[in-house]
């Protein structure tokens, strides 16, 4: 089928447009705006912030656990289908939290959502976006990433209204509500798997490439559906010089790429500290709000910028991401007064914060290509959400016993190895390609 008309919108903007609000309301609402809630509800169930937060703990936990399974089902199954069911269990569960009179129960509902997040945070917009486009996959992977900290700054206003005029648990259910009524239907509604089911090639895609792309996918889809997952042995190579996932996995440069997710995830918690760290550096709790806010326009803007430098190079968005971060991290252990090094410090941090996400699937797919893309990245995610998981807790072990200053400089030393592992990482993938 040819395509209409070159004047005609290529539907993997739709697509775009979708991953977007999945970021920006489901994983804003869930990830951006927790926090407005700690000091309203740990006070309404008479806890400490600290055993409230244990949620979010688990809410890692179990996307670290459901990723790999996440990853298959998006192969095997309707991505459409699964992304828009983990959409409404997680309206419902987040939204239910508004009910809620037990500690035990935020747990529940924390471990929920934490299983859908492994579709909807790390899953879903970077297997869309790599079966949708061939061009300019860093920039729209920016994109996508970044909504989620717009979502942040729209909804974070809201929810504080809300809560102050009626409540904490209407902001729960205002929240779960928005989810369902909004983004929910909309996934269902405007999602597609795969371009092939509009009669289109992926966007940037030339004719004959497309051709040899649509009969690859249409016979690996042929064999899921007789149940036999890669029943026929592939190669190391698939479409063009993508890696197959069974020959990823005995790479060395696979195991380096998992600790460098790894590390990147577990530094970016860090900006959990930094608003403590202003506080006890002699800022008001006013200027200590600001830096949280420096922290997410870094993340906002690095997340656009790496994007699209990493079209151009994966290579040069690594070194990017490590020099933003460490710089951000020296500048905040300088010890100044001075609000504006605060601020700067902050602000260059978020582009860390902001690599967690691009940085990582690009490494993946420069390094692996986009053949088995969702396999191979959905085992490197789970490194990511166990860094969190480990890490959010660590650093504040660390700070109590070390302070805060020892948390900063062990975050440099350990970005400085994560950029390491990329540049490695990229060097052995050019050598195996003889380039």
């Not at 016979?219 to 069974?246: I, P």
């Not at 005995?250 to 577990?266: E, I, K, Q, S």
């Not at 959400?385 to 302070?403: I, N, Q, R, T, Y």
């Amino acid at each position: 089928m040819k395509e209409s008309s070159s004047r005609r919108i290529h539907y993997g903007f739709v697509i775009l447009a979708c991953c977007c609000l999945m970021m920006g309301v489901d994983v804003g609402l869930v990830m951006s705006c927790a926090s407005i809630f700690y000091g309203p509800v740990s006070g309404a169930l008479g806890v400490s912030v600290g055993e409230f937060g244990v949620y979010m703990s688990l809410s890692f936990i179990t996307s670290s656990l459901m990723l790999s399974v996440a990853g298959n089902m998006l192969e095997r199954y309707s991505a459409r289908r699964v992304i828009t069911v983990a959409s409404a269990v997680c309206g419902v569960a987040l939204g239910a939290m508004g009910l809620y009179d037990a500690l035990w129960e935020f747990y529940v509902s924390g471990a929920v959502m934490g299983a859908t997040l492994a579709f909807l945070l790390y899953m879903g917009f970077p297997t869309l976006i790599n079966r949708w486009f061939r061009t300019r996959v860093g920039l729209l992977i920016g994109i996508c990433s970044a909504s989620s900290g717009i979502g942040g700054i729209i909804f974070n206003p809201i929810g504080g209204w809300v809560i102050t005029e009626w409540g904490w648990r209407w902001g729960y259910i205002l929240f779960g509500l928005i989810i369902l009524l909004l983004v929910t239907p909309a996934l269902g509604l405007l999602l597609r798997d795969h371009p092939a089911d509009r009669g289109l090639r992926p966007f940037g895609e030339e004719a004959g490439a497309a051709e040899k792309g649509r009969e690859d996918e249409a016979s690996v889809r042929k064999e899921d559906n007789l149940g036999e997952e890669y029943a026929v042995e592939k190669s190391a190579v698939v479409q063009g010089d993508s890696v197959s996932y069974s020959a990823a996995v005995r790479m060395p440069v696979f195991y380096a790429l998992v600790a460098f997710a790894f590390l990147v995830m577990a530094i970016s918690t860090l900006n959990l500290f930094i608003p403590k760290y202003a506080t006890v550096e002699g800022f008001s709790l006013e200027q200590s709000a600001i830096a949280a806010s420096s922290i997410m326009a870094g993340v906002t803007v690095g997340k656009l910028l790496l994007g699209y430098i990493n079209d151009r190079s994966c290579r040069l968005g690594t070194l990017v991401t490590g020099i933003c971060g460490i710089t951000g991290l020296a500048l905040l252990l300088a010890d100044s007064d001075s609000l504006a090094v605060l601020l700067t410090g902050s602000f260059l941090f978020g582009w860390e914060y902001a690599g967690v996400t691009v940085q990582t699937a690009m490494l993946v797919r420069t390094v692996f290509g986009s053949g088995d893309y969702a396999r191979i990245f959905s085992v490197i995610s789970m490194a990511l959400a166990a860094g969190g998981a480990v890490a959010s807790a660590g650093w504040g072990f660390m700070s109590d016993a070390l302070g805060f200053p020892s948390i900063f400089l062990a975050g440099i030393l350990l970005l400085a190895l994560a950029v390491a592992l990329g540049l490695i990482s990229l060097r052995s993938r050019r050598r195996a390609a003889g380039l």
